[in-house]
């Protein structure tokens, strides 16, 4: 079963607009929201992260949104580049091993 | 410094063939874990190793895979009589002995499995 539900499949942003991502969980053991960014052909790339301690992280234009109540978190990208077009991944861990999402396709015109 | 090398890159066998993903970790990183990315999904867990012992194999498929991590040289994922299902994307990832889970994780490029 998916322990982590992501959406939208996809996503058009126009430059300079605001990319939305979100991911739902519900295991509560979780304690770490990391996301990744995937380009084609290349291995995924630790972008941000959260520990459930926190409600909100911002590392220049990407920002996560955590809610550890409704059991959600997202990411915003503020600013949308071009070079932003990539495959985003949500996944959340309890251990060792992370369990990601279905990822998000990203283009930004 | 190298980050996460894997080898090779793309990988294509026929049905019943044998194939061999390697995995050689960054410097100074003493444990390896391997993901298998479907088409169209997110990675999957699949073991967990450290050199010399398999700590975590409950992702992978009880047939046909298995993988090690010797004293020296590369992980190696091993699939025996590949069938079109295997076909996948197969991420390594490595961390430190201070880092000994996914806060310290580097993946590497992947092996792209093809079975004809």
């Known amino acids: 079963q998916q322990q982590v539900k992501q959406s939208p499949q996809s996503l058009i942003v126009q430059k300079g607009g605001i990319s939305i991502i979100n991911c739902a969980y519900e295991n509560t053991a979780f304690d770490y929201f990391p996301w990744y960014q995937q380009f084609p052909g290349k291995g995924p790339a630790l972008l941000i992260a959260i520990r459930p301690d926190v409600s909100e992280k911002k590392e220049g234009r990407f920002t996560i949104s955590f809610n550890k109540s409704a059991k959600q978190f997202s990411l915003h990208i503020m600013d949308s580049q071009p070079g932003d077009s990539a495959t985003y991944f949500c996944?959340?861990?309890?251990?060792?091993?992370?369990?990601f999402g279905k990822g998000t396709s990203l283009l930004v015109t | 410094n190298a980050g996460v090398m894997q080898n090779p890159r793309h990988l294509v066998r026929r049905r019943g063939q044998e194939a061999r993903l390697r995995c050689s970790p960054m410097?100074?990183?003493?444990?390896v874990y391997w993901y298998r990315q479907l088409p169209e999904e997110g990675l999957k867990f699949m073991v967990y190793l450290q050199k010399e012992n398999i700590i975590d194999e409950s992702g992978m498929p009880k047939e046909r895979f298995s993988a090690e991590f010797p004293k020296e040289g590369p992980s190696i994922l091993r699939i025996q009589q590949v069938v079109r299902g295997d076909s996948a994307a197969y991420f390594c990832?490595?961390?430190?002995?201070?880092?000994?889970?996914?806060?310290?994780?580097?993946f590497g490029s992947g092996t792209r499995l093809t079975v004809v």
């Open positions: 996944a959340a861990g309890d251990g060792y091993a992370l369990n």
């Open positions: 990832a490595s961390s430190p002995e201070t880092a000994a889970n996914y806060y310290g994780y580097t």
């Open positions: 410097k100074g990183h003493s444990h």
